[in-house]
């Protein structure tokens, strides 16, 4: 285990109007209708834990402790989530010509999607202030996240269009995207762990296929909270959102120039992790998109699918559709020369392709190879 734990939170604070809260107190949103964020003494961070400890702490992403806002350790809900791999991606990227390429493949955490870094941390966050039971509106990865860690955690949970009534008549706690503070501290781990797995020298993009946009506020949280206590520098990714075109407002609202992004009709995408037609985060992505010099890009669900297949082909990753949206968006910013041969790009692949068997396309030609003669006939056109 990690060494005696302490915690560092010192409170929470508005996104939009800086109202302070108190963090021993459950909340889901700020007064002024906008996301709060967890805040922490820093300074006193930055004096108990060096860079140099990390390598001997647990590969999960409880070894940040420090930076995470469980105080008591056995309030700890975990599956032994975190510190995905970094995977070099060669061959896709000899492809379109780039000499650093990666993919955080976190496909491999716990239930098969990064959901499963916020709903730890906000499970494990929920147990500790005496929340009983949880509930979440989710396209499937987000349920499948907190059902596993409610069981888990012992705690009681649901999902669907009930929510609303259910919070009213028995008190079920809203863990939605944003809705709570803690998702993000958990989304925050990724930004934690690329940093370390960079060995503190930031890629030069992010990819990163966006709905609520936890992962993007989170990471963006994460390397302003690493430049505090002195472990990176001010230079910062680029950060790009990537978004289907039926269904992309933040991307929309990043091109027209715009401070939030209102309600995308007719929202639809096989990519259901990013189908979120307004988020409540809006205004934070947006401007973190600005700010990092990034940019906005739509892909298609045949680019989308396009790009699975040849993810799988080139580099043996069953990629789900988000992740695979990622890679087809470095195509695009390749193409139009934004991104540059030298440059080092990560894209993520946020969840696995086995939970995706409806976009498998449905023509299998091994499959109706039946009789001898069959697969006589199979082997025969191929020599
Ligand atoms: C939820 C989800 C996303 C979008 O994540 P946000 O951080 O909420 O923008 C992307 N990919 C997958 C697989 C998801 O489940
Ligand atoms: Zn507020």
Not at 149 to 162: M, P, Q, S, V
């Amino acid at each position: 285990m990690n060494k005696e734990h302490r915690c560092y939170v010192t409170h929470l604070e508005c996104s939009r109007c800086l109202a302070q809260w108190d963090h021993r107190q459950l909340h889901n949103l700020c007064i002024c209708g906008k996301p709060l964020l967890v805040r922490y003494d820093l300074a006193a961070i930055a004096g108990s834990v060096k860079k140099e400890d990390l390598p001997y702490r647990d590969r999960s992403i409880w070894r940040y402790q420090e930076f995470l806002p469980v105080e008591r350790p056995e309030n700890i809900v975990t599956l032994g989530e975190g510190y995905t791999p970094i995977l070099p991606a060669v061959a896709l990227g000899s492809r379109l010509g780039m000499r650093s390429l990666f993919i955080k493949d976190e496909g491999q955490l716990p239930t098969g999607s990064f959901k499963a870094r916020g709903l730890a941390m906000a499970v494990s966050k929920a147990k500790e202030l005496g929340v009983r039971r949880t509930a979440i509106p989710s396209a499937g990865n987000a349920a499948g996240a907190l059902a596993a860690y409610g069981a888990r955690g012992g705690l009681i949970n649901d999902c669907g269009r009930i929510v609303g009534e259910g919070k009213k008549r028995v008190g079920w706690f809203d863990v939605s995207t944003l809705k709570e503070p803690y998702r993000i501290e958990g989304k925050k781990t990724m930004g934690l762990e690329l940093a370390e797995q960079f060995d503190w020298n930031l890629p030069d993009w992010i990819i990163y296929p966006t709905g609520g946009g936890t992962g993007l506020i989170g990471m963006w949280k994460a390397f302003e909270e690493l430049e505090a206590i002195g472990w990176i520098g001010s230079r910062r990714p680029r950060m790009v959102a990537v978004q289907a075109a039926g269904c992309a407002p933040i991307v929309k609202a990043f091109h027209e120039g715009a401070t939030e992004a209102p309600l995308f009709p007719n929202a639809h995408t096989l990519a259901s992790g990013m189908r979120v037609p307004i988020a409540i985060g809006d205004f934070i992505m947006l401007d973190i998109l600005r700010r990092s010099g990034g940019a906005g890009i739509t892909v298609t669900d045949e680019e989308i699918v396009e790009a699975m297949s040849l993810i799988a082909r080139q580099e043996g990753l069953v990629a789900s559709p988000e992740g695979a949206a990622t890679l087809a968006a470095v195509e695009k910013l390749r193409a139009s020369g934004r991104i540059g041969g030298e440059d080092r790009v990560l894209c993520f692949n946020t969840g696995a392709g086995q939970k995706y068997p409806e976009t498998i396309p449905g023509d299998y030609p091994l499959l109706s190879l039946k009789s001898p003669e069959d697969l006589e006939r199979f082997f025969a056109q191929l020599v």
